[in-house]
């Protein structure tokens, strides 16, 4: 930990009040520590779990990895073996797309509104990624797009649920189910998501999700893949641990009479360095116990923003639908027509708030237009959004201070260039 990071203690907000913030009272300028982007709240519960994990002797792949399966799944409403504990969603997407049977020859529809691990994925079974536009208000895959994208060689598609907002799943499961297509879900943004009633990744055949560090739920590094049938996710669990037939937990457990029992392993088929280890887990079953009062928090906070921000020259994230769930993962506001977005992106850092970008269009980086011949005007939509757009720190651990703080900085930028007001 440097000193740049260290944060001195503040009150934390109280779930049960609303947050009061006094938009009038100016904050101390400037704010002397820096406010990290997407910091997790990691609470005691987890530090002890990490311990006993220690003390145990077994960091690698075990009971607690099945327990946190366990309750991804029931989470998620599914039976316990259709959830595969991996070490990141890239790991996820890339079985499921194996699991498909895709590979070259095929084309998967996705969309240019994400982190580039979901296209890598496709590319690393050999297939290619065929980008489809966005709804400029849902910023997720227009299934419109999507429909015009699809060829003979469409082997499925690969939505992203934007920020936690979920996507128009009927029409994409309707086009789906027209042409044959495998749905995978990377529902990196949408654990908490739900759709007419159902939870995000339960709609295709696989669902990638992930617990990086700034995710909704964290475990460091680690992802959970879905699986419609238990047969894919008994071969998941193979592929995801070098192919073997049996994981080494399940090696050195005893016979069945509690004798000592060596049970030789077998590779069955070349698989991966995949698998979520127990010290992973360790936090991910407490920080998925918590993943629902984590939501509410980031609800208050999502909602103070829209009330704080009002009047201020950014088109402000759209909000779902009544009969869906927004994970709120990333609170994204966009500069208007005329504006230039990266000024204020250095001025909020220099301010000492930590910002991101979600996403230049996939489109916008070099590898993709040098080798599969991508621009970014092939999907304006998504260009012009991913060229406006920043996110603001949204986490449960927010306090009051620092939304007064996030919020008058973007302020004090729009107060000194009224040149950027919106039409
Ligand atoms: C974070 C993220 C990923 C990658 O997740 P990892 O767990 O880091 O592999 C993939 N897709 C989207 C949309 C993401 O936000």
Known sequence: MTAHFSHPARPALKLTEPIQVNTTEAPPSPREDFLVFGKPVIGPEEMAEVQAVLESGWLGTGPRVAAFEQSFAAYKGLDDEQAVGVNSCTAALHLALKLSGIGPGDEVITTPLTFCATVNAILHVGATPVLADVDPVTQNLDPA????????????????????????????????????????????????????????????????????????????????????????????????LHGLSRDAYTRFRQAPDGSPHFRHYQMVEPGFKYNLTDLAAALGLHQLSRVETNLERRSLVWKNYNDMLAGVPLNLPSESDSDETHARHLYTVHVGDDADRDPLLDFLLQQNIGIGVHYLSVAEHPWYQTSLGWSPDAQPQARDLGRRTLSLPLTAGLTERDLRDVVSVVKEFFDERPDLLLE
């Open 145 to 240: 797009a999507v429909a015009a994208a699809i060829t003979p060689r469409t082997a499925a598609i690969l939505p992203v649920h934007f920020a936690g907002r979920p996507c128009d799943m009927t029409a994409l499961v309707t086009l789906a189910d027209r042409h044959g297509l495998e749905i995978i879900e990377d529902c990196a943004h949408a654990i908490e998501t739900t759709y007419h009633g159902k939870p995000a990744g339960t709609f295709g055949r696989f669902a990638a999700f992930s617990f990086y560090a700034t995710k909704n739920v964290t475990t460091g590094e680690g992802g959970m893949l879905l699986c419609r049938d238990p047969q894919d996710a008994s071969r998941a669990r193979t592929l995801s």
